[in-house]
């Protein structure tokens, strides 16, 4: 189906399949390709920018500024955020081709060639900018706002208005409003279907309007004041009425300013309404998850606001040398800022652990930052830590299973059964409702070891149905056929199935799942393959003689040789 992580970007899997084919698995390469999209994106920005305006400085200082921006960190470091850099990538081809198309498209009405209002747009640029929006699309579904976007610049610096009829400017866009429409409805099945999407009886339309209200003036102050930046900022509890209506009677003064200056100053209402318009789909007015903002989402949509000011202010410096050599100043002093701050943001992206240590410090009560932060503390190995946090985690974020899921683990491997048991029952029971599958991996997981392995084998076949590519899916139920207490679950033939299939998926570079093809080989009789494949396993994984997974290892392969199928309360 092409859906992963709850969203549709078969382009961007794509992008990630390919880096992964020529460097493998490689944080470092991945990293490298954001970075290399993001750049492309900033020079694009520039050109797109110099090809409509002819305004070689202030292209430049909006590039820079896009570029350099700290807020801009969340979405080159996040490796999984890959589909900001890639759809902005697109889209910026798609504007650059529109550029191109509407230039011809006014020098044809200037020479005569076309009679007024009748230019037919079926030619080379206009069908690589629709071309260029479906892949943009197939990045990431936040641009379905681009044909707005493009009636905006045709107003300014386009300037087609009067020149073209709006009916025509209007219907020249019509295959891409068809576009925009079909991809809305289908983004919005697939996050109904498989994102945590939040019903108006949990977060009201008076909640979410006065959540969309503050963030819209929240983006804006992190822009000018771009300190105290988070990867997880926390649904509040309450609003402040008095705060939200001032805010609102804000941001409808500006708009209304900038409708007031529109003859004067066209470049005002176009880079505050491109920030208002491209904003939409991502400003939580479909509330997922508890979170209410996200540095990533500004990625595109403050370039709006970005060519407003360097417009502005290179308006104001235009008449005399003094002003232009403040401008310039004022300008260098903020991009070298910028830099230093973009930096210093980085250095919390060294891993989990000081990533949401920072964003803790900034945010305050954060559970789904507590909970990520003892996930960080676990695979570090300081598991006491990490059961400290999951234990807030579980406080701040009531009735949600995965808090639970991860404490149990961290006690059952301090030797505290008996808590862990109770954590993966409170793990059950808060997670009968899960509906993605990896949430459905986590419960069948906490049902093995409660020993209810028939509702483990249920949880993971709804897994594999959501997502038929799931090796994780497929390890885990060919690890329970394989070696199930209950012989009424074996199933030797289908966990061997099971376990091939992930081990060629994963090109048999996991020892985990070339281990339980081990066992699922053992438990169909071919002990002379599970031998061979489990010393196969035992050569890639690291050697750690203390380690558990080594000392079961030794065991399974012993169990293996006398032709014994391990059981999983062999242990």
């Known amino acids: 189906r092409g859906i992963v992580a709850k969203n549709w970007h078969p382009v961007t899997i794509l992008s990630f399949l390919l880096t992964h084919q ?17 750049a492309a994106n900033a020079v694009l920005l520039f050109v797109v920018l110099l090809q409509m305006t002819g305004a070689m400085g202030r292209s430049a200082a909006v590039a820079a500024i896009f570029a350099w921006h700290p807020l801009r960190v969340e979405s080159v470091c996040w490796i999984s955020e890959r589909k900001d850099v890639l759809f902005v990538f697109f889209m910026l081809l798609s504007l650059l081709c529109y550029v191109r198309y509407a230039r011809r498209a006014r020098a044809m009405l200037e020479a005569g060639t076309v009679v007024r209002g009748h230019e037919r747009p079926w030619n080379g640029p206009y069908i690589l900018t629709l071309v260029f929006f479906v892949l943009s699309f197939m990045s990431k579904g ?41 991809f809305s409805a289908f983004t919005f099945w697939v996050h109904q279907t498989y994102a945590d999407v939040r019903s108006l009886g949990e977060y009201g339309l008076a909640v979410r309007f006065e959540n969309v209200t503050l963030s819209y003036l929240v983006y804006l102050g992190h822009f000018f004041w771009p300190w105290h930046l988070a990867l997880l900022y926390p649904f509040p509890r309450s609003f402040d ?5 001032l805010g609102f009677l804000l941001l409808a003064g500006i708009s209304a300013l900038c409708v007031l200056e529109r003859k004067h100053r066209p470049y005002l209402a176009v880079g505050w309404f491109w920030y208002l318009g491209t904003m939409v789909p991502v400003i939580n007015l479909v509330q997922i998850g508890e979170a209410t903002m996200g540095d990533r989402h500004t990625y595109m949509t403050l370039v709006g606001p970005t060519i407003s000011l360097v417009w502005l202010i290179g308006e104001w410096a235009q008449p005399n040398l003094i002003r232009k050599c403040v401008a310039g100043g004022a300008l260098g002093a903020a991009l070298g800022l910028c830099v230093l701050l973009t930096r210093g943001q980085m250095m919390y992206w060294q891993n989990t652990v000081t990533l949401f240590e920072h964003t803790i410090a900034v945010t305050g009560e954060n559970g789904l930052a507590q909970n990520a932060l003892a996930t960080g503390l676990e695979h570090q190995g300081r598991l006491r830590q990490a059961a400290v946090r999951y234990r807030i985690a579980i406080a701040l974020l009531p009735n949600i299973y995965y808090p639970h899921y991860r404490l149990a683990g961290c006690l059952r491997q301090e030797g505290y059964k008996r808590q862990a048991r109770i954590e993966y029952q409170a793990a059950v029971s808060d997670g009968c409702n899960s509906r993605d599958y990896i949430s459905d991996l986590n419960l069948a997981a906490a049902l093995t070891h409660l020993g209810r392995y028939h509702n483990a084998v249920q949880c993971i076949e709804t897994a594999l149905r959501v997502n038929p590519y799931a090796t994780e899916a497929m390890n885990n139920l060919a690890w329970i056929l394989a070696t199930c207490p209950d012989p009424k679950i074996r199933d030797g033939p289908r966990a061997v199935q099971l376990a091939e299939h992930a081990c060629k998926l994963t090109n048999y570079k996991e020892a985990i799942f070339i281990g339980t093809l081990a066992a699922a080989y053992a438990q169909a009789g071919s002990f002379d393959k599970a031998v061979v494949t489990a010393e ?27 032709h014994k199928a391990y059981r999983e309360n062999n242990e």
Request: glycine share 6%; hydrophobic share 50%.
């Open 22 to 38: 020529f460097f493998g698995n490689n944080p470092g390469a991945e990293h490298l390709v954001n970075a290399t999209f993001h």
């Open 142 to 182: 936040t641009v379905v706002t681009l044909p707005f976007l493009l009636l905006l610049l045709d107003y300014w610096p386009l300037g087609r208005f009067g020149r073209t009829s709006f009916e025509r400017l209007f219907a020249e866009k019509v295959p891409f409003f068809g576009l925009s429409i079909v």
């Open 241 to 245: 009425r008095v705060q939200v209506g």
């Open 536 to 562: 196969e396993a035992f050569a890639i994984a690291p050697p750690n003689p203390n380690s558990l997974a080594f000392q079961r290892n030794q065991k399974v392969l012993q169990l293996y040789n006398a």
